[in-house]
């Protein structure tokens, strides 16, 4: 069965602080598909990233930055410099490849809060 | 760019009426999802629809329907609604041929509140 899950309910950090959230998943399938998704508190779910189970080289967009380990099933997402405006609800997301319609699965999110 | 467009914003509703949330997808796209999300809960996977036909069916209660017309957008029916009922309603649309799961888009989402 798929699941995703992201341990990290909350997290609050200051400005300019690194931050990591943590996203590990579950699947049986070899053909996968990784998301993470930032809802900032207007509401709307915005696309960040999207990773395929074949390419497990990490990458950076700006401050943004992923590291994929298949070993351990986990697709962590990493903030630099953190900003205000970094502040919403993160979620990570499973898509198996097989799966016609593109269905996610969703953790359950983790609330960032940044401080100024 | 275009996005996806959800229409409208905001619903309110009384126990037991109907509502119809609608969804046009972004331009060319041909799959169409519908996501339901409770207050303070993750997105849960209702129903899709590719070229018109129903794709996949996830957790999408007997009293809710949907289908995708030949323009593409579609419409959630929802009948005899229930407190429980209140939720963001997202859609997302994609583009089949270029990886089904390449990119998947979300609209801004119904909020449907019902009393």
């Known amino acids: 069965a798929q699941k995703v899950t992201q341990a990290q309910t909350e997290i609050s950090v200051v400005e300019k602080e690194d931050v990591t959230l943590d996203c590990v998943y579950e699947t049986r399938d070899t053909t996968y598909y990784l998301f993470w998704y930032k809802q900032p508190p207007s509401g709307e779910l915005v696309f960040l990233i999207r990773?395929?189970?074949?390419?497990?080289q990490n990458e950076i967009s700006g401050r943004y930055s992923w590291n994929f380990q298949k070993s351990t099933s986990s697709f962590n997402f990493t903030i630099t410099a953190s900003q205000v405006v970094d502040s919403a609800v993160y979620f990570c997301?499973?898509?198996?490849?097989?799966?016609?319609?593109?269905?996610?699965?969703f953790g359950q999110g983790t609330e960032l809060s940044v401080k100024p | 760019a275009a996005g996806v467009i959800q229409s409208p914003r905001h619903l309110i509703k009384e126990k037991r009426e109907t509502a119809t949330l609608k969804c046009y997808p972004i331009p060319r796209h041909d799959t169409v999802y519908w996501y339901q999300q409770g207050p303070g809960q993750d997105p849960q996977f209702l129903i899709s629809?590719?070229?018109?036909?129903?794709?996949d069916k996830g957790s999408i209660p007997d009293r809710f329907s949907a289908q995708q017309f030949s323009d593409y957008h579609s419409e959630l029916n929802m009948s005899s609604l229930e407190l429980g009922d209140s939720a963001l309603y997202f859609c997302?649309?994609?583009?089949?041929?270029?990886?089904?799961?390449?990119?998947?888009?979300f609209g801004s989402g119904t909020q449907l509140s019902v009393l």
């Open positions: 629809f590719y070229e018109k036909m129903q794709s």
């Open positions: 997302a649309s994609s583009i089949s041929g270029e990886g089904m799961n390449e990119k998947l888009f």
């Open positions: 997301a499973l898509s198996e490849a097989l799966n016609q319609g593109g269905k996610l699965i």
């Open positions: 990773r395929n189970s074949f390419d497990e």
